[in-house]
């Protein structure tokens, strides 16, 4: 079993910076994907990107944040990070962390283990 826990939200200024963290605790394997996701007051939630837990670094991103936003690991910290820039305000959201085998998905109902999610505002 993975548990994950996810901090670093908070309110921000359009065009600013913030970093999740996503603490990966438990029984984690190397064949794990780390996802990160976010829900819009009603809105439906909406895959941000992805990194593989171990080996191969690259990551996988939507195309709404790719250039502006960038995953990447600690392991030796068992960090996984969400670094946002030039945040506009319909990036305002809550963000979650989630744990998966499949590199490829990019479907909530893929992810198998969440965190419970840190809120980040982003003020116009």
């Known amino acids: 079993q993975v548990y994950l826990v996810e901090s670093g939200g908070g309110l921000v200024p359009a065009g600013g910076s913030l970093r999740l963290s996503c603490l990966v605790s438990g029984r984690t394997v190397s064949t794990h994907v780390i996802g990160w996701f976010r829900q819009a007051p009603g809105k439906e939630r909406e895959f941000v990107g992805s990194?593989?837990?171990?080996?191969?670094?690259?990551?996988n991103y939507a195309d709404s944040v790719k250039d502006r936003f960038n995953i990447y690991r600690e392991a030796a910290k068992k960090l996984v990070y969400l670094q946002m820039n030039s945040l506009k305000p319909e990036d305002t959201a809550v963000y979650y962390c989630?744990?998966?085998?499949?590199?490829?998905?990019?479907?909530?109902?893929?992810?198998?283990?969440w965190g419970r999610g840190t809120q980040v505002t982003v003020s116009s």
């Open positions: 990194i593989r837990w171990s080996g191969d670094t690259t990551s």
């Open positions: 989630a744990a998966t085998f499949n590199w490829y998905s990019t479907s909530e109902s893929t992810y198998n283990t």
